[in-house]
């Protein structure tokens, strides 16, 4: 795995869950967002953070993705979306990463949002 500094998201009062939306649409095209949203090319992300990694049912990941075993916590999701295939070897996701961290910051309070409870941001 790469290390990559931490993001305190807590700390960042620059987070923006409307500008995390704008961001979203990077992932959209192969992940859904919704409430009982069906599964795409990848898994659907409605109440991801805090969620088991690799723990959607109807979704078949990576041995990499289900060996990592950890909770999508705010630090790890900032992790794995810097740079997924470097952060998580053997991931099936292609995607580049988002390299600035005020995008990542603004989708993971984005992704926190979309759940019914979200965790607290402060």
């Known amino acids: 795995m790469v290390a990559q500094p931490a993001l305190d998201i807590q700390k960042r009062p620059s987070a923006n869950i409307a500008a995390g939306e704008n961001v979203f649409k990077k992932c959209a095209a192969c992940h859904n967002?919704?409430?009982?949203?069906?599964v795409k090319i990848g898994p659907p992300l409605w109440s991801i953070v805090g969620?088991?990694?690799?723990s959607h049912p109807e979704f078949k990941y990576s041995s990499a993705l289900t060996?990592?075993?950890?909770?999508w916590t705010f630090d790890e999701l900032n992790a794995f979306l810097y740079k997924p295939a470097d952060y998580i070897k053997g991931t099936k996701m292609a995607f580049a990463g988002l390299s600035k961290d005020e995008d990542r910051a603004n989708v993971i309070a984005y992704l926190n949002s979309m759940s019914s409870s979200p965790l607290p941001l402060k």
Do not use: L, T
């Open 33 to 38: 967002i919704n409430n009982g949203g069906a």
């Open 67 to 71: 060996a990592f075993g950890k909770n």
């Open 51 to 54: 969620k088991k990694s690799g």
